[in-house]
Nanobody
Framework: VQLQASGGGLVQAGGSLRLSCAAS????????LGWFRQAPGKEREFVAA????????NVAGSVKGRFTISRDNAKNTVYLQMNSLKPEDTAVYYC?????????????????WGQGTQVTVSS
């Protein structure tokens, strides 16, 4: 089982990026999917999660109104649209698949993790 995150890069403040995370080896259409991030010297934190059908999502307060999570079960892929990026959004972003179907916010609710993609926002 593999989760492959992509779409990171260097962007100026106020810009946008779209992260993708494609799963292979098994389907996650019955599982919640999420994004977490870890900035240098900081702990990994929750960013956004979406339930198995895509009808319910949770988003961290720090990114609410700027980031949107979505999924395409036919492609076994989860996305994170990031708009109005700020320098404090700079981090390695990780996608993950939850054990259950809900939009989980805790790391211990996730079983599979991607390798991470770097997002750097310059001021």
């Amino acid at each position: 089982v593999q989760l492959q995150a992509s779409g990171g890069g260097l962007v100026q403040a106020g810009g946008s990026l779209r992260l993708s995370c494609a799963a292979s080896g098994r389907t996650f259409s019955n599982n919640g999917l999420g994004w977490f991030r870890q900035a240098p010297g900081k702990e990994r934190e929750f960013v956004a999660a979406i339930n198995w059908k895509g009808g319910d999502a949770n988003v961290a307060g720090s990114v609410k109104g700027r980031f949107t999570i979505s999924r395409d079960n036919a492609k076994n892929t989860v996305y994170l649209q990031m708009n109005s990026l700020k320098p404090e959004d700079t981090a390695v972003y990780y996608c993950a698949a939850a054990r259950g179907p809900v939009a989980a916010e805790r790391m211990d609710q996730y079983t599979y993790w991607g390798q991470g993609t770097q997002v750097t926002v310059s001021s």
